[in-house]
C-alpha cells in the first residue's frame, strides 16, 4: 500500500533555513501537500505542489520535488519562532490523505 | 481558502456514553468528508471516509458501530462515539472535500476527546 515517511524531528535557529524531507511510494497522485499543525490545533495548508513541476516557491516556502527518487522536501527561508510546529506531507490518493508521520520543527531564538 | 468548523473543540465524557462529533462546511458544498483520528506524537489515521447521502466507507480495523459516521447533508457530518472508553481518548480531525472538482482537502481545526 501508499506509503508516506519523513523524519521525526528537527531544530534550527531563528534566521537559519529549515529543510524538511519526505519520501513516498505511490507515483500516481497529481498533487502533493504540505500541511502545518501547531499544538491543539488542526492541519492549515501550508503549499502543494503539481506532480508535473521540479519546484515551487511561494514567499519564503520552496517545495522540491525529485520524482524519479520519490523525495519531496520543503524548505522555510529565515525560519522563526513561529514556524515552530509539526510539518506533514500528504499523498492523496482516491482523495483521502495518507500523511507522512510528521516532522516536529523547533526554532531556537 | 474555504472554511470547515469542527465541533465541539474539545469533550470530557465519562466512560460508557456517546459524544457526538459535527463537521461543518461552511463557505462550500462538501460532497465528501474524512474522518481522522491522531494519538499524541503521531500522524493522522484515516477513520472513515463519508459521500453526501451514502454510507461510509470505513478504513480497516475501524469499528462502524463504534464511531458511527452520518453525512446527511452537503455541509454537515458527524461522527458519533459509542459507549466510550478511555482508549478512544484521542484527537478526532474532520476534512472535507467540495464538489468542485478540486483535490483540496479543507480541515476543521479538531475536536479534542478525553474519556474518564
Known amino acids: 500500500g501508499e506509503d508516506v515517511e519523513q523524519s521525526l524531528f528537527l531544530s534550527v535557529r531563528e534566521g537559519d533555513s529549515s529543510v524538511i524531507n519526505c519520501t513516498y511510494t505511490?507515483?500516481?497522485?497529481?498533487?502533493l501537500y504540505w500541511y502545518k499543525q501547531e499544538p491543539g490545533a488542526g492541519l492549515q495548508l501550508l503549499t502543494y505542489?503539481?506532480?508535473?513541476?521540479d519546484m515551487k516557491q511561494d514567499q519564503r516556502l520552496t517545495v522540491l520535488l525529485n520524482k524519479k527518487d520519490k523525495h519531496l522536501s520543503l524548505r522555510i527561508a529565515d525560519t522563526q519562532t513561529g514556524d515552530s510546529a509539526i510539518y506533514f506531507c500528504a499523498d492523496p490518493q482516491g482523495g483521502k490523505l495518507i500523511f507522512g508521520q510528521g516532522t516536529e520543527l523547533s526554532v531556537k531564538p | 481558502g474555504a472554511v470547515v468548523s469542527q465541533h465541539p473543540s474539545w469533550v470530557i465524557c465519562k466512560s460508557g456514553t456517546s459524544v457526538k462529533i459535527e463537521c461543518r462546511s461552511l463557505d462550500f458544498q462538501a460532497t465528501t468528508m474524512f474522518w481522522y483520528r491522531q494519538f499524541p506524537k503521531q500522524s493522522l489515521m484515516l477513520m472513515a471516509t463519508?459521500?453526501?447521502?451514502?454510507?461510509?466507507?470505513?478504513e480497516q480495523g475501524v469499528e462502524k458501530d463504534k464511531f458511527l459516521i452520518n453525512h446527511a447533508s452537503l455541509t454537515l457530518s458527524t461522527l458519533t462515539v459509542t459507549s466510550a472508553h478511555p482508549e478512544d481518548s484521542s484527537f478526532y480531525i474532520c476534512?472535507?472535500?467540495?464538489?468542485?472538482?478540486?483535490?483540496?482537502?479543507?480541515f476543521g481545526q479538531g475536536t479534542r476527546l478525553t474519556v474518564v
Open positions: 463519508s459521500n453526501e447521502g451514502s454510507k461510509a466507507t470505513y
Open positions: 476534512s472535507a472535500m467540495g464538489s468542485g472538482g478540486g483535490t483540496e482537502a479543507f
Open positions: 505542489i503539481f506532480s508535473n513541476m
Open positions: 505511490d507515483s500516481s497522485s497529481t498533487y
